[in-house]
Structures are given as structure tokens and as C-alpha cells.
């Protein structure tokens, strides 16, 4: 027997399959029961049904039963020719004949596959394969040829597996030798029926049928239907509880809920006078109506024995009770059928536990996540069938729920229509604007309405702590809850908590009517909400912003599934549901469909998500409405934050108070679709050791292994905190405040006794969290304060080497001049030198150097020397200093004077011009009245008796140095300054030396404030010459002192800072 396929053509693609020794052919031989009858093989049950239909004898038929598989078509042929109808001969049939054997082989197929669950499994691990039946003796059913000559007819054509595809699907492209292929597509439509209908059964509730508590007329137990859904008579189904004040009428008279209908019939059967019945008839609360019958058989001191025997008939006075309330209202028995297949609870505490189920549907929901724990086995706890463990002892038995569940079977026997438990939505755009992408956010999200921000009512000004609080407000006043429960209703400032105590309220202290519990929870709920959390996202740009930046994603409220809200939220964690959409391969629309169906026809456990779709409308309202998310202020937080994911709020339930620090909300496994799912799998593929039941074991264990990270808690006790802290760094180390002392020490004054200061072995875990904290957040602390030191060390260093640098070109250019003024030129140490510029700006053809401040007198002739000058400077350190922390080195100042080879050193050589510039600075005082000197380039030397202007000599450059084009641009810089630009050289031109006029100052054209004329002196500025200009100079001054010296072609000029106006700024030539 062959269980694999024979051959595969590019593996996930193609499948070739055998003939009849493959599991998955139609010869293969496997019995078929149907009818009362066995078939051999799916080939045997198609043949039979036609020679069956065709009005052969069941000799023949069973003729046909007993041939091999490989022979069964031949011998259906011979049988059929043997037994002709009349009328007929084999080409009037031919046609019928094969439609028929088309249509009865898919049967069998399908037959098989309930029947078969090897050939089913081996049938859906094929995948999305293309299924060729390689059967070289039927080229109707496979292709006529078996596998090996297939793939090197293949071979021979070239076909790979998208040629071989188009083959099987167009019969226009198929060569002749190649069959047709029919059973191969018979599989492959059988592999997708069978997908969906395991893809539908994932998306609904499974029925499961068992037998009742309760006995027909013929003796045997009513059959009831029930699931892995647990459902509690709260909320929307609290009607249905026999503890609900639901007035009807039963044989003439009228009674206000199920247990006063019992206790009714109780007090008759015992003849008790007229004014204890009434007594029962004046009971308010159904649940009190048990309490009151139990202190009157007290006090009248009714006989145990009697009472017993009455309290047999209480069961089936209920049962009838039971049966005619619902059936006589036709609203209660659709809000029966909505439940669907769901196991259903009585979970109110003061009823009797033979009626009521003991505990809360969390519970159940537990108990239902285990492995081991089927409804079925709760159904044999609760009627006492099986031995129920100690541990479960408390539970009840449940009575009501049961009853309930089978009156439901024989309702749903009747009608298919499930009412919905949620008013439809009123926007159908929703769905069709919805993108693929999901967002799940938590109780614990800024979306939700438990988000503690203020929100302020504008009819009533009054401001509440969360929408939450709002809609509770309004709740109030629409249910007309009195004042002492509205009190303690709005009382606490957590929106979880608030939520919980008005659905308590309403539950357990209230009894509306039917009417309102339907208005309420089909509609007003979702309304006050809605209308809530639209003042919450008006009021806080903030959150809208969140909500709007969702965009077109599908929202989705994870919280855990109750009764109460099973219509809000979607019931199931985030990381169980992305799981379970991704087994099932649902998209965000399909989602959503399934959202809106009724209760009934959902998956267990996942709710309506109503609270998704309102924030889905209002983002669409606000978007509509002409707000952009990019106007609107963005919080920090990250995402995972803004929706609270993985939180432990996931685990809310509005039947119970809830504790964000309970355990119970980080390892309780829940009750979901996915678990579920894994949990049937197991059960069908239970003695199986095949790949696909060793996977969903694997799937089991990290499904029912996932729990959360227990919440890491710390310490707030901030004294106690600094105190262990400072002892761990200080310890004994003594200070002025910190000292040790016997039995103890002392803490900044403080003293703390040693048994207030445990070991850190006997610290509390919250504790010692806290502390490392601490120690983390000052070593970060430290970390930043060491590389800011680390980066001003770097900063003064390199200011450091600036001026190092700076000192180093100081003395050089020091020593230089004592040299030149010691060997050379004695008197020039009596010569007053500036000292070097504070900002020296360098073009491509002149220097700019701004001056020292003027002396106060100039009337001594005692001037201090030039290294004396240099050693003084103040200033040029101060802007050495200045330009060292802007980042950028002063350039050093360059010597004005040349080297000169001196007996093998270069020294600095006094230029030419020195006996001149030495009789200028002892000459007096000049008048600063003349005109400027000329620039004209006809000029080849330099008087001695030029005139100095505002202390600043014009001094020559190398003809090289300067263009006609320069100058051009000095006549319009003089031009631009208010002056003509003929003003300047026009006497030197034409060599008339007439005195200039007051008019023509310079000075004065260039409206600045210049020092007075005696607190001016010369200041030469000497200029590097080329080495064969300098010794040029050096031989005409050794041959006569008193030649004239060849000036330069062209002057240049040099500004004090003192002379400019404000805003002004020179030329490339100044």
C-alpha cells in the first residue's frame, strides 16, 4: 500500500498521483458504508448506484461488489451490456453514463472523506498542489499514462509547471496523449470543501448534543445542545433568570417572577392561611422570596418531614414555570435562541445552588481552557452523573441553566432566525473604508474612556475625571438610579472602577423593567459613550490626534469577554486573536463581518467590538468635519504606550473589582477561539501520530503556556529608600553630620539604629528595586556630568595650546628685533613700536591692521623700548584669548623686516627706509591739514616730506602686487565716501604743490572722530621686499647713506579702526 505519492513535480506545485495502490485514488480500497451497505472502494459505490438507477437486479450489483478494484469498471460494463435496458443500446447511454459516473464518484469522494480520516488528512497536506492521477488505464478519470512516462513526456516538450498547469485547465492546449484528468479535479474541489468546512467551524460555535436533566413522557432524557461558550443570565440575558421580576400570568393569575410562583404553590399545598401567602406575593426582590419562606416555617414550626416532602415538588413547580414564561413571550424566547449553542450559567449568589452554578462564568472559562475539561464533563458534574473532584465542591448543579438549554433545542428545532443583541450600525461606510491594517488598544489606551483626563460637560459645566465618568453621569439619569447609589457610583476617581460600580447597580440592586434593560443595552449604552468620548478628543487635540492617526485601520478594543459587555469588546487578548486570524486566514473586513453578526452565529467567546466601531465613526466624523492630524499637537509616547498593549487591563471584566497588581491578570488563561480550536484538533486527531497532530500538540503547549511577565513592582517609601541608599555608599565613613555610633549610625544628623537597617539579604524584593533605580538613574547622572567635563578639558586644552602657540611666535618675533635693533640700528630701541594688531584681515593683495589706542602725550621723548612694548601687550592677548575660544588660532604676526645672511645666521635686516622712518618719530608733531597723499603710479619714489595722515603711513607694494583695476576701485570707494573721485592725486599729477584747502580733508569727507593731532604719532608699516631688492638696498646703503632710495610703483594704504564711521567697510585695496 502506498500512502505518499509516487513521484512530485516541483514539490509545493504539482502532486502525481498513482493508480489504484494510492491512498488518494478512487480504486483505492477502503469500505464504504452507506445505506446499510458496504462499497470496496469509492469506483464500487459509483458503478452499483448506476447499474442501481439503470434497474439491474441486486445480484448483479452485488456481482459487481465482489470484483477487484482494478476490474470493476470492465465488469460494470459487461453487466451493463448483459442486462440492457430495453430501448436503449450502449451510444444512447453514453452520455448519461458519464455524467453519472462524474457525479456519483465526487459522492463517494465526499463519503470517503467522513468516513476516512487518513485519506482526509493526506488529501489537505497536498496544500494548494495542482493533482495529476497518473492511471496509464483510464484517460478519462487520470491522463492515460503513468508517472515516470508523464515526467519525460514532459521532458521531451519542454513543459515546466506553468505549461503543465495550462494543460489540466485548457483542453485547447493539452497534447492528445495526455487524459483528461477529471478525478484529479474531483480531489482538488474536495480538498476546498473540506477547507471551508473546517474554515466555517472555526468561525462559529460548534454544537455539541448530549442528553438532559430532564425526562420526556416516554422516560427517556430530553436532548439539549451545548458548546464551549460560556454565558451568564446578566446583563442583556437577566430575563431569562427565574431571580428576574418578569410579571405573567399562569392559569388565571398573575405572579411577579418564577419564585414567587413556587413558593406560592409551596404555601398552598401546606394550607397556610391567606396572609402568609400574601406575605410571599408582597416580596419585591425574587431572591428574598427563599429567605422569607425559611423564617416563616420557623416561626410557625412547620414539620421537617412534611416540608421535605413538599420540597420534591418545588423542582417541577419551577420547570413548568420556567417553560411557560418564556413560551407565552415571544421577545424572551428570541432573546433565548440569541444565546445560540452556549453553555448557560445562573450565577446569582443568593439563589439555591442546586439552581444556580456556584461560582462566575471566569470561572467556567478556566476550567473550559484546560485540556482535559469538556462541556460534557461539566454537563455529568452538575447532574451528578460523575464523580465531580473536591477541589470543584462548590460549584452547583445548576438547574436553571440546564432547563433553560433544553427548551432552547426544541425552539431552535422550529426557527433559524437569531435575533441581534446590539442596535446595527448606522454608518455602512465603515466597512467598506476600513484598510487591512488592525490596531488593538487596551483599557489601559488614551482611546479608551477610562483614560483619566478632565472632561467638562457643556450643559450642566460640570468637570469629570474621565469620559467614563461622563457617560455614568448620564447612565444616572437615564436609568433614574437614586442618589445614594449615584453617590457611590461616581465616588471614585478611576474610570475602571466607576464602570464597575454602575453595572453592579444595575445587577444586582436594580430591577428594571424589560423595556429599559432592552433600550439600555442595545442602544443608549453605545450612545452616552459615543457622545462621551467625542467631548474627551474635542476637549484634548492630543488624543484626537492619536485617534486620528489611526487612519483607516480597523480598531479593535481587547478586553475579556463577559456577558455584560459581550457586545463592546472583541473578548480575546491581542496575541490570541492576530493567532487566531491567522489560522482561520480572515482579513480586517472578514473581521469585521463577523463583529456584526449576532451573538449566535459568532465564534465562542468573540464579541461585538462596538466600542472599536464608535471610535472608527468619530474619526470619520472629525475627518469629515475638516481636521488634519498634522495641526494638532503629538504626545511622546510611543505606541505601544497610546494603546496599552500587552497590558494587564486586557484581563478586565466589569462583573468583578479589578487589581492591576492581581496575579490573576498576568497568568490566567483564557477561554479563546484559538485555544479552542487547537483543543478540538486534538481531540479529533486523538491516537494519531501523524505530522499535522504532532504540530497542533506543539500549538497546544504555546497557547496554553502563554501568560504574561508578572508586573516587576518597587517601593515609594522614599525615606526608607534614601536611607538604605546612603548607607550602602556611606556606610561607616565619618563627616561632620555622618558618623558612626554604637548600635547604629548617624545620617546627616539623623540617627538610624541598626535593627532599622536590614542586610540587603533581608530586604524586600520592591525594595531593592527601588535602590537599583536609584543607583542606575545618579550612575547616569554622573556618566553625563563626566562628559561634560571631558568635553570642557578638551576645550581648555586646546585654548591652552592657542596660546602657547601664541607666546612661542611672541618671543620669536621679540628676539628677532633685539637682534636687528642691537647689531644694526642702536637708536631704534628708542623708537615707540605698536604692538601687534588685534584683528589682522589678509586679502590677496594688501593687510588691514588696526592700531593701538593713542598715548595720552606724546611730548616726551621717552618711550619704552619695542620688546618692552611687545611684553606689556595686554591687548593682544586678550583678543589671542578671545580668538582661541571662538574656535579658531590668531594668526601670528608676520615680521616686517627681512633676513639677512650675517656671518652664517639669518637675522632680520632693517630696510632702507629706517633712517627715514626714525627722523619721522623724532620730528614734532605734524599738522593734519594737508590733503592726501597721491596714489598716481607716475610717482617712482617716496618724499620724506609726505605728509602723514591720522597716525597711519601709506606705505608702497611691489608694482606686481597691484593692477590698474585696483586702483580704478579705490577711486570709486573715495567717490562713494562723498567725495569726487578726482579728488585724490589730482595735485600730485599735475605737480603743483599749492597747500590744500580745509575743504578738500580728508578727514573731514570721511565724517569720523579722529583723535586730536597731538595724540597722534607715526606708526611705519614695513613691507617684505624680495631677496634681490633687498640686496640692492643693503649695497646702495653701504655705498651712501644719503641716496635716495627707489621707491615701490604703487602705495599702499592702511586704515586705523579709529578712522573708520560706523557700518563702513573697505575695499579689497585698503
Not at 495526455?178 to 460548534?206: C, D, H, I, P
Request: proline residues 6%; glycine residues 4%.
Amino acid at each position: 500500500m502506498v500512502i505518499a505519492a509516487p513521484a512530485t513535480m516541483e514539490e509545493g506545485r504539482i502532486l502525481l498521483l498513482g493508480n489504484e495502490t494510492d491512498i488518494l485514488h478512487s480504486a483505492f480500497t477502503f469500505p464504504l458504508n452507506e445505506g446499510g451497505k458496504r462499497y470496496p472502494s469509492v469506483d464500487h459505490y459509483a458503478y452499483a448506484q448506476i447499474l442501481t438507477q439503470l434497474g439491474l437486479d441486486e445480484v448483479h450489483v452485488l456481482a459487481l461488489l465482489a470484483t477487484t478494484s482494478s476490474n470493476v469498471s470492465r465488469k460494470a460494463i459487461e453487466l451493463l451490456q448483459e442486462n440492457m435496458p430495453s430501448g436503449h443500446d450502449m451510444n444512447s447511454l453514453s452520455q448519461y453514463l458519464t455524467v453519472s459516473r462524474q457525479s456519483y464518484t465526487m459522492m463517494g469522494l465526499r463519503l470517503r472523506a467522513e468516513q476516512d480520516k487518513r485519506f482526509r488528512q493526506t488529501l489537505m497536506e497536498t496544500g494548494d498542489a495542482l493533482l495529476i492521477v497518473c492511471d496509464r488505464r483510464d484517460s478519462e478519470l487520470g491522463i492515460g499514462m503513468d508517472d515516470e512516462y508523464f515526467v519525460q513526456f514532459s521532458k521531451r516538450h519542454h513543459a515546466n509547471a506553468e505549461r503543465i498547469s495550462a494543460w489540466m485547465h485548457d483542453d485547447r492546449q493539452r497534447p492528445k496523449e495526455v487524459g483528461q484528468n477529471q478525478l484529479g479535479f474531483f480531489l482538488m474541489w474536495l480538498r476546498y470543501e473540506l477547507r471551508e468546512k473546517e474554515k466555517a467551524k472555526w468561525l462559529s460555535t460548534v454544537e455539541i448534543k448530549d442528553e438532559g436533566v430532564s425526562s420526556d413522557q416516554e422516560g427517556n432524557l430530553v436532548p439539549i445542545s451545548l458548546s464551549n461558550f460560556v454565558l451568564s443570565l446578566q446583563g442583556p440575558f437577566q430575563p431569562l433568570s427565574n431571580y428576574y421580576a418578569f410579571t405573567f400570568e399562569m392559569k388565571g393569575c398573575f405572579y411577579r417572577s418564577v419564585e414567587h410562583y413556587v413558593y406560592q404553590r409551596l404555601f398552598e399545598a401546606l394550607h397556610l392561611p391567606e396572609d402568609e401567602i400574601l406575605k410571599i406575593r408582597t416580596t419585591v426582590k425574587p431572591v428574598d422570596v427563599s429567605k422569607m419562606a425559611k423564617r416563616l416555617f420557623k416561626r410557625l414550626n412547620i414539620d421537617e418531614n412534611e416540608l421535605e416532602y413538599k420540597y420534591a415538588r418545588l423542582d417541577r413547580w419551577r420547570q413548568s414555570a420556567m417553560k411557560y414564561k418564556i413560551t407565552k413571550n415571544e421577545y424572551l424566547q428570541k432573546l433565548l435562541l440569541s444565546t445560540g449553542n452556549a453553555f448557560l450559567l445562573e450565577t446569582t449568589p443568593e439563589a439555591d445552588t442546586q439552581w444556580a452554578c456556584g461560582s462566575d462564568e471566569l470561572e467556567y472559562q478556566h476550567l473550559l481552557s484546560k485540556k482535559y475539561i469538556t462541556p460534557q464533563l461539566l454537563l455529568q458534574w452538575q447532574s451528578s452523573r460523575t464523580y465531580r473532584p473536591p477541589a470543584l465542591s462548590h460549584l452547583g448543579a445548576n438547574k436553571t441553566g440546564l432547563l433553560l438549554m433544553e427548551l432552547r433545542t426544541k425552539l431552535a428545532s422550529q426557527t433559524t432566525h437569531r435575533i441581534p443583541l446590539i442596535t446595527p450600525l448606522t454608518s455602512s461606510v465603515l466597512r467598506s473604508s476600513v484598510s487591512n491594517h488592525m490596531i488593538c488598544f487596551s483599557p489601559e489606551s488614551v482611546l479608551h474612556p477610562f483614560y483619566p483626563v478632565d472632561i467638562k460637560d457643556d450643559e450642566s459645566t460640570a468637570v469629570f475625571p474621565s469620559a467614563v465618568h461622563l457617560a455614568a453621569q448620564e447612565a444616572i439619569e437615564f436609568l433614574d438610579i437614586n442618589e445614594s447609589n449615584a453617590v457611590w457610583i461616581m465616588e471614585p476617581r478611576e474610570g475602571p472602577e466607576c464602570w464597575e460600580r454602575l453595572h453592579r447597580v444595575i445587577c444586582d440592586y436594580m430591577h428594571l423593567p424589560l423595556e429599559m434593560i432592552q433600550q439600555w443595552y442595545q442602544e443608549e449604552r453605545q450612545n452616552v459613550l459615543k457622545r462621551a468620548m467625542k467631548m474627551q478628543f474635542e476637549q484634548h487635540p492630543m488624543l484626537l490626534r492619536v485617534l486620528l492617526d489611526t487612519q483607516d485601520a480597523l480598531l479593535i478594543s481587547c478586553s475579556r469577554f463577559s456577558s455584560i459587555e459581550a457586545e463592546l469588546h472583541i473578548g480575546v487578548r491581542e496575541r490570541d486573536l492576530r493567532l487566531w486570524l491567522f489560522h482561520v486566514q480572515q482579513d480586517t473586513k472578514q473581521l469585521m463581518d463577523i463583529c456584526l453578526r449576532p451573538l449566535a452565529f459568532r465564534p465562542p467567546y468573540i464579541g461585538g467590538n462596538r466600542l472599536g466601531f464608535l471610535l472608527m465613526e468619530l474619526r470619520r466624523e472629525f475627518i469629515l468635519s475638516g481636521v488634519f492630524p498634522h495641526q494638532l499637537p503629538e504626545m511622546s509616547q510611543n505606541v505601544d504606550i497610546l494603546l496599552g498593549s500587552e497590558s494587564p487591563m486586557e484581563n478586565y471584566s466589569v462583573t468583578a473589582p479589578f487589581s492591576i497588581l492581581d496575579e490573576i491578570n498576568f497568568r490566567a488563561i483564557w477561554a479563546n477561539p484559538y485555544l479552542l480550536m487547537l483543543k478540538q484538533r486534538l481531540e479529533e486527531e486523538e491516537g494519531s501520530r501523524s505530522e499535522s497532530s504532532e504540530f497542533s500538540a506543539e500549538q497546544w503547549e504555546k497557547a496554553a503556556m502563554s501568560k504574561k511577565q508578572s508586573a516587576m513592582l518597587i517601593s515609594r517609601d522614599e525615606p526608607q529608600i534614601n536611607t538604605f541608599f546612603e548607607r550602602l555608599f556611606i556606610g561607616n565613613q565619618t563627616k561632620e553630620n555622618d558618623a558612626p555610633i554604637e548600635n547604629g549610625i548617624k545620617i546627616n544628623g539623623i540617627y538610624h539604629s541598626q535593627t532599622d537597617l536590614p542586610g540587603i539579604d533581608e530586604m524586600p524584593i520592591e525594595m531593592l528595586r527601588s535602590i537599583y533605580i536609584k543607583m542606575a538613574a545618579r550612575f547616569r547622572v554622573k556618566l553625563v556630568e563626566m562628559d561634560d567635563l571631558q568635553r570642557e578639558i578638551i576645550v581648555r586644552s586646546r585654548d591652552s595650546s592657542c596660546l602657547q602657540d601664541l607666546r612661542r611666535t611672541l618671543e620669536r618675533s621679540r628676539e628677532n628685533l633685539n637682534a636687528v635693533c642691537e647689531k644694526e640700528t642702536p637708536i631704534i630701541a628708542n623708537l615707540t613700536m605698536p604692538p601687534p594688531p588685534l584683528f589682522q584681515a589678509q586679502s590677496s593683495s594688501i593687510s588691514i591692521v588696526s592700531q593701538p589706542p593713542p598715548q595720552s602725550s606724546l611730548a616726551s621723548s621717552q618711550f619704552p623700548s619695542i620688546s618692552q612694548q611687545l611684553q606689556s601687550s595686554a591687548q593682544w592677548t586678550q583678543a589671542a584669548a578671545i580668538s582661541a575660544s571662538n574656535g579658531r588660532r590668531p594668526s601670528p604676526t608676520k615680521s616686517e623686516f627681512p633676513l639677512a645672511n650675517v656671518g652664517g645666521q639669518f637675522q632680520q635686516k632693517i630696510p632702507s627706509l629706517l633712517p627715514e622712518l626714525i627722523m619721522s618719530a623724532n620730528a614734532p608733531s605734524l599738522s593734519v591739514t594737508g590733503p592726501p597723499p597721491s596714489f598716481s603710479s607716475q610717482r617712482g619714489g617716496l618724499s620724506t616730506t609726505q605728509p602723514v595722515y591720522g597716525g597711519v603711513r601709506r606705505e608702497h607694494q611691489p608694482p606686481s602686487q597691484f593692477s590698474d583695476g585696483n586702483r580704478s576701485r579705490w577711486a570709486d570707494r573715495s567717490g562713494r565716501r562723498g567725495g569726487s573721485s578726482h579728488r585724490l592725486g589730482n595735485n600730485q599729477r599735475s605737480g603743483s604743490k599749492s597747500p590744500p584747502s580745509s575743504s578738500q580733508s580728508f578727514s573731514s569727507r570721511r565724517r569720523a572722530r579722529t583723535p586730536p593731532p597731538s595724540h597722534r604719532r607715526v606708526t611705519p608699516t614695513l613691507q617684505h621686499r624680495t631677496t634681490i631688492q633687498r640686496e640692492q638696498q643693503q649695497r646702495d646703503t653701504n655705498v651712501s647713506t644719503t641716496s635716495e632710495i627707489p621707491p615701490p610703483e604703487k602705495k599702499k594704504r592702511v586704515v586705523d579702526e579709529s578712522e573708520l564711521s560706523e557700518g563702513e567697510i573697505l575695499s579689497d585695496d585698503e
